[in-house]
């Protein structure tokens, strides 16, 4: 007679210890749609929410926390949102969606050297990603015309 470990076969291991069954997969995936479709509705604390019950199932989720962590920043709450995208940060350094969207919260700051400094990291981990490349030169032609704007103004 097997042993119940109460997890079935194509349950998934999170971090080699975390398990996750497939039911809170399920959850999560529904929690991710509606907190995405709230962001877009901009029921950023409705959405905060969402991604806090993902995080209670998959603390380590290092997407849904720099998720969270845009989403104050959209609030306006820099502070907050910067200190989860660090977090994001430390959980996965290399992770091309936590750094983008570190990237969008340096612009939303006002901080385009910054985010250039950040998709420069992005595109040294990836340098076969060229949408990292155009949304580089994007900021850097914005930034040009908005100094040549005021100049000859």
Known sequence: MEKDTGWEEDDELIDGDTQIDKQSMEDIELLKREADNLVFEERYEEAIGCLNR??????DNEEIM???GFTF???GDFDEGFFYLEEASRINPAS?????????AY???KRPDISVQVLDQAIDMYPDDDGLVMLKEIILMT?????EYFSLN
């Open 54 to 59: 993902i995080l209670a199932i998959n603390p």
């Open 66 to 68: 720099a998720s969270k």
């Open 73 to 75: 920043c959209l609030l």
């Open 96 to 104: 091309k969606s936590v750094l983008i969207m570190t990237a969008d």
């Open 107 to 109: 612009l939303r700051y």
């Open 143 to 147: 930034k040009f015309r908005k100094k």
